[in-house]
């Protein structure tokens, strides 16, 4: 049974940048009541009533998995990992996006899948044979009959949380791999989320956020399992999931098992946690405003790092318009010139830093606060400071 616990208001699809201010375009802007809900049965926490995908993933998509240092790094590291320990013949990726895992590959050691037509013919380009569709049973069996094999590893990152029907997703997985295959997977990871109070991890596309407890009880209904799990810092928490048939070779660890204890003390089976939780997102959302609306009147010039989806969630929920924040500055061309989904704050490319005329930044990005901190070394010694919402709103001034 699904039971609310988080209103997170009208919002816009996070993919949806304008590219003017004009009446049409504002008068066709699509918004929807962003509600999340916690399913006592299976323990999922995902959005009450998602989005249409066609409306999301659609040949303008913005984002650029490659786009930062971090997850460049990330990407080769899961790749030697993988291929070291499962040694695959040949691999499936499900949402390759501007191929940042994939490129790690030979090409003809891999195949690919991205519903985002700008973005599969970037990887079709390159050489990758990238299927433009969504996963579904129907797109995994017409892949194994053209190439007549089926993979000793599936991968997919920040896609399977994105994916309305799971049930889908892991018949089409089960069906996909070799005997001893694997399917491994990593998305934002809810344990994370009320840890950080990171509530912006919430948005259009983000229609679930897995627990071990949660994923475990779907993957059983597919003759599948959970054999090996790990807790990542990528996206400023987020869970990877070894999954493989129950008849595989693969022997299940301890770390399995420990997670399960762990989030069964957490209570994360639990639909007060989720309760408690949301009370902590109203506290943060009245901080924000009356913090950015005191250095305002006094006169501080407040921009914002990063123009990501998660910021597009504190904007239109905190109410958060160019009043407050000037601009966003962004380093993926493709949002350069264009306008914050909802709150139509301008989004403009980085200069070398920080302009000298800025005092405070919001960190959208905060999940890359690491790498925008040793980019932005000048602007903190020149006495700018950054802004974040998590764990708390807090100034960042070092
Ligand atoms: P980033 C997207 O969310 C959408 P977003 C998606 N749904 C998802 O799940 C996650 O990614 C994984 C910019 N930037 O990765 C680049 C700079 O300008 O936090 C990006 O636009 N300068 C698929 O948007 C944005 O910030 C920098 O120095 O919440 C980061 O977006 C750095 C480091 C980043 O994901």
Redesign the pocket.
């Given at each position: 049974m699904k039971k609310k616990f988080l209103n997170l208001l009208k919002q816009p699809i996070?993919n949806s940048y304008l590219t003017n201010l004009n009446k049409k375009t504002l008068r066709n802007e699509y918004f929807y009541n962003l509600l999340v809900s916690f399913d006592t049965k299976n323990f999922l926490v995902s959005i009450t009533k998602p989005v249409d995908p066609k409306k999301q993933y659609t040949n303008k998509y913005a984002?650029?998995?490659s786009?930062?240092?971090?997850?460049r790094d990330a990407f080769k590291d899961v790749y030697s990992k993988l291929i070291k320990r499962f040694k695959p013949n040949q691999s499936l990726e499900i949402g390759s996006?501007d191929g940042v895992f994939i490129r790690n590959f030979k090409k003809n050691e891999i195949t690919a899948v991205e519903p985002c037509l700008n973005l599969a013919k970037i990887t079709n380009r390159l050489g990758y044979k990238t299927y433009p569709e969504f996963w579904s049973n129907k797109l995994a069996k017409k892949i194994t009959k053209f190439h007549n094999f089926k993979f000793d590893l599936i991968f997919s990152a920040?896609t399977i949380?994105?994916i309305p029907n799971l049930k889908e997703v892991f018949s089409a997985v089960n069906f996909s791999l070799t005997k001893n295959g694997v399917f491994v997977f990593e998305d934002?990871y809810i344990g994370s989320v009320l840890k950080m109070n990171s509530y912006d991890q919430f948005y259009d596309?983000?229609v679930h956020v897995f627990s071990f407890l949660a994923i475990s009880k779907i993957v059983e209904k597919h003759d599948l399992k959970i054999f090996d799990v790990e807790l990542l810092e990528t996206?400023g928490g987020s869970i990877r999931f070894y999954v493989c048939k129950k008849s595989s070779v693969q022997k299940v660890t301890k770390r399995v098992t420990n997670l399960k204890n762990i989030e069964k003390k957490k209570r994360l089976d639990k639909y007060i946690t989720y309760k408690k939780f949301s009370s902590r997102v109203k506290k943060s959302k009245k901080d924000l405003f009356k913090l950015l609306k005191k250095l305002k009147k006094n006169g501080k010039k407040i921009i914002s790092?990063?123009?990501?989806?998660?910021?597009t969630t504190v904007f239109n929920y905190c109410n958060i318009n160019n009043k407050l924040i000037e601009y966003v500055?962004?380093?993926?061309i493709n949002?350069q010139g264009k306008f914050t989904p909802g709150q139509h704050i301008p989004i403009v490319a980085?200069g070398k830093s920080i302009n000298k005329d800025v005092g405070y930044a919001f960190l959208?990005?905060w999940?890359?606060t690491k790498?925008?901190k040793k980019?932005e070394k000048k602007f903190l010694k020149l006495g700018g400071k950054f802004i974040t919402h998590v764990p708390k709103v807090k100034i960042i001034s070092k």
């Open positions: 996070t984002h650029r998995a786009e930062s240092q971090t997850m996006n920040n949380s994105h934002p596309e983000h996206h790092y990063g123009a990501t989806y998660k910021s500055i962004d380093s993926t949002k980085p959208g990005a999940n890359f790498e925008i980019k």
